[in-house]
């Protein structure tokens, strides 16, 4: 059977293998993954609540006329060698009011607290409280960001897009489509391109104390290029969620203009899974102009093998018993690599 014959969607001789013929009809069905643009209504509900204050953060209190009470290591002191630790069990030390528990509590309910305290020892207390100290609480990073120190939740609200700037995010190592946002034991998966695709959603995403933030590694996140390209190899996805064919051949210096055949450009997905379900072959005549924009938005995945044929190629099934076997095989080889090296 010629390429000719063969009908898009329809199976070939080789019952393993799909071809479908990249169209501007296929392009907008649901062929390659879509942006999740959808982000789940609970993150864009949750909305932070008053700062409450925990072990190890640090108050300082201002008792206004009582300089003995608000700066007892002395007023030439630095602001945070006046503050008062809280311990472990969320309780501190306060002259005349003595140990009172205040994990829990916001800035406003431990003012209360001591000035009403107070009252039985000085005359209208006045008294002010701040935090001079934010150790209590934090949010946790990991992966492929320049910096993975704990970020503290502090009175102003943490946004995911503020805590994403504050971390940095290494761009050649990272899988922006692959962000974990671990929350009350449920993990959310958010693609950054779709969060920061125009409407900012990502500044809209607030933090909680003890959210854990994942951004995985583009080590796996290759498209293997082979054939009559100028320079054949594996492309990473870099810091883009997606890649196009336009993109991939753009990488590796094109379509060889000696050797290769325009017509016969194909991209082979599923290959290293045959056992559960065929191959598909998309298939790309890439000799009119109209065919660079089809490339331009056909959107690759991870692992997918494209494959510029050489020029004289006219039966399919011949081509395809020598194509098949060689993205199995880069496949497979890329998949064990990787698992041994992690």
Same mark, same amino acid.
Request: glycine share 8%; net charge neutral.
């Given at each position: ?51 409450r ?41 306060y ?94 998966h958010?693609?950054? !391109? ?6 900012? $959603? +990502?500044? @809209?995403?607030y933090l909680? =104390? &003890? #959210? ?64 559960n379900a ?7 005549? !890439? ?6 924009? $089809? +490339?331009? @938005?056909?959107?690759?995945? =991870? &692992? #997918?093998v494209?494959?510029?044929g ?33």
């Amino acid at each position: 059977m010629s390429e000719k014959g063969l009908v898009r969607g329809t199976p070939t001789d080789n019952s393993q293998v799909q071809l479908v013929t990249i169209t501007p009809q296929l392009l907008a069905g649901d062929h390659s993954p879509v942006l999740n643009a959808a982000v789940p209504q609970d993150l864009l509900s949750y909305q932070p609540g008053p700062y409450r204050i925990g072990p190890g953060d640090s108050l300082y209190i201002t008792v206004w006329d009582h300089p003995e009470l608000t700066s007892p290591a002395g007023t030439q002191q630095q602001t945070a060698a006046n503050g008062r630790l809280v311990r472990s069990d969320g309780t501190l030390f306060y002259p005349y009011v003595g140990s009172i528990k205040v994990g829990g509590m916001t800035i406003e309910e431990v003012r209360q607290t001591i000035q009403s305290k107070l009252a039985k020892y000085v005359t209208k207390p006045q008294v002010d409280v701040s935090i001079v100290g934010y150790n209590s609480q934090h949010v946790l990073l990991q992966g492929a960001f320049m910096k993975t120190d704990p970020q503290p939740i502090t009175s102003v609200p943490l946004t995911l897009a503020q805590a994403l700037g504050t971390a940095t995010i290494n761009s050649d190592r990272a899988n922006m489509s692959d962000l974990v946002l671990s929350r009350d034991g449920r993990a959310y998966h958010l693609d950054l !391109a779709a969060l920061y695709d125009g409407r900012g $959603l +990502a500044k @809209d995403i607030y933090l909680k =104390p &003890g #959210d854990h933030l994942l951004l995985s590694y583009n080590d796996a996140e290759e498209v293997y290029v082979m054939g009559e390209v100028m320079r054949p190899q594996a492309v990473t996805f870099r810091a883009l969620a997606y890649l196009t064919l336009t993109q991939a051949l753009g990488r590796v210096g094109g379509l060889n203009p000696v050797t290769s055949n325009g017509k016969a450009v194909y991209v082979i997905r599923g290959a290293n899974d045959l056992k559960n379900a065929p191959a598909k072959v998309f298939h790309l005549d !890439a000799r009119s102009p109209s065919a660079f924009a $089809l +490339a331009d @938005d056909f959107r690759l995945r =991870p &692992g #997918d093998v494209v494959f510029v044929g050489a020029a004289g190629i006219t039966r399919w099934n011949r081509f395809l018993s020598q194509l098949l076997p060689s993205a199995t095989l880069v496949t497979s080889a890329a998949a064990a690599n990787y698992s041994a090296t992690h």
